[in-house]
Nanobody
Framework: QVQLAESGGGLVQAGGSLRLSCAAS????????MGWFRQAPGKEREFVAS????????YYRDSVKGRFTISRDNANNTVYLQMNSLKPEDTAVYYC????????????WGQGTQVTVSS
């Protein structure tokens, strides 16, 4: 199994930046992609960004393009989400997840880290 340890959430003013980290342990050699999702109060969980582990191909939801950057450190089995120009609507619990090779779903999820952006 894969265990995910998230960090970097916090309270920041609009326009500020945060960097989220998610370190994976366990069967990380089987990773196809890692991603970030978020869930705001009263809303459904939504996709934020993902990165293919083998070649670094990235995907972003439209609302974060140009502001967020997902990256990976293969040696340390860690994925990052650099969040710049934060907006109040970015406020949510952010979850990292692992998509294992051979599946078409995210198989492992972190506990989540709170990101709060004040206006």
């Amino acid at each position: 199994q894969v265990q995910l340890a998230e960090s970097g959430g916090g309270l920041v003013q609009a326009g500020g930046s945060l960097r989220l980290s998610c370190a994976a342990s366990g069967r990380t050699y089987s990773t196809y992609a890692m991603g970030w999702f978020r869930q705001a109060p009263g809303k459904e969980r939504e996709f934020v960004a993902s990165i293919r582990w083998s070649d670094g191909t990235t995907y972003y939801r439209d609302s974060v393009k140009g502001r967020f950057t997902i990256s990976r450190d293969n040696a340390n089995n860690t994925v990052y989400l650099q969040m710049n120009s934060l907006k109040p609507e970015d406020t949510a619990v952010y979850y990292c997840a692992v998509d294992d090779v051979g599946t078409r779903e995210y198989d492992y999820w972190g506990q989540g880290t709170q990101v709060t952006v004040s206006s």
